[in-house]
């Protein structure tokens, strides 16, 4: 079974351009979360959604960070503009919320460089 | 609120045991346990739920206590390939996602 997909895998921009990430779910997930990790500040959640809703985006940095889920089968995470401190790999992961508890599934990341 | 790892890091013989904890100030919903190699994603490793609970697989088990506000990682007769960073994964009763704790690093040596 295909596992969670990003691309790109590595990103290097220059500041001031447009970053866009994009991630595809494992078939049949309803909940879908976007991390930055960095060695300073960990393993951070971004944002989550649930059945293609936005449900927490309280870890958004600010309004240059934007995220969508137009349909179950796909999500972008922008930043514009970028900045030099947005540097991180980026991960997304996905889960199944049922009437259980379900282990969230992470993909290989984006490592960004804003230069 | 972010829950409290330690140790921070931790080098080992193989062959050697370690125990790693996750501290959190109020009882939580439920802890998830991951391993993070270097350069790559994090990987799931189990999930506890109920106070008392302890479960495992191979020579790796965790514990999560009556008041459910710590759990344990145990890793038992380590092997190489458990070196790595170890994130304990906390939810609390109303937010249904996880604040992951700040990591520790493992280093399993020949």
């Known amino acids: 079974d295909a596992g969670v997909i990003q691309s790109p895998r590595h990103e290097v921009t220059e500041m001031g351009q447009e970053v866009t990430l994009r991630c595809k779910p494992i078939?049949?997930?309803?909940?879908l979360f976007w991390y930055r990790q960095t060695m300073m500040r960990g393993l951070e959640l971004l944002i989550y959604?649930?059945?293609?809703?936005?449900?927490?985006d309280s870890g958004m940095p600010e309004d240059r960070f934007s995220a969508k889920m137009p349909n179950a089968s796909f999500s972008t995470l922008k930043i514009q503009p970028s900045e030099p401190r947005d540097s991180a790999v980026y991960f997304c992961?996905?889960?199944?919320?049922?009437?259980?508890?379900?282990?969230?599934?992470f993909g290989d990341g984006t490592r960004l460089s804003i230069l | 609120q972010q829950p409290v790892q330690s140790p921070q890091a931790v080098i080992l013989r193989e062959g050697e045991d370690a125990v790693i904890n996750c501290s959190s100030s109020?009882?939580?919903?439920?802890v998830h346990w991951y391993r993070q190699k270097h350069g790559e994603a994090p990987i799931f490793l189990m999930i506890?739920?109920?106070?008392?609970e302890q479960k495992g697989h191979d020579k790796i088990s965790a514990s999560f206590n009556e008041k459910k506000q710590q759990s344990s990682l145990y890793l038992t007769a380590s092997q190489l390939s458990y070196s790595g960073t170890y994130f304990c994964?906390?939810?609390?009763?109303?937010?249904?996602?996880?604040?992951f704790g700040s990591g520790t690093q493992l280093t399993v040596l020949p």
């Open positions: 078939s049949g997930h309803n909940s």
């Open positions: 992961a996905s889960s199944f919320r049922g009437s259980g508890n379900q282990p969230q599934h």
């Open positions: 959604f649930n059945n293609n809703v936005p449900i927490d």
């Open positions: 109020k009882a939580l919903y439920s």
């Open positions: 994964g906390t939810e609390d009763g109303s937010a249904r996602q996880l604040t």
């Open positions: 506890l739920l109920k106070g008392g």
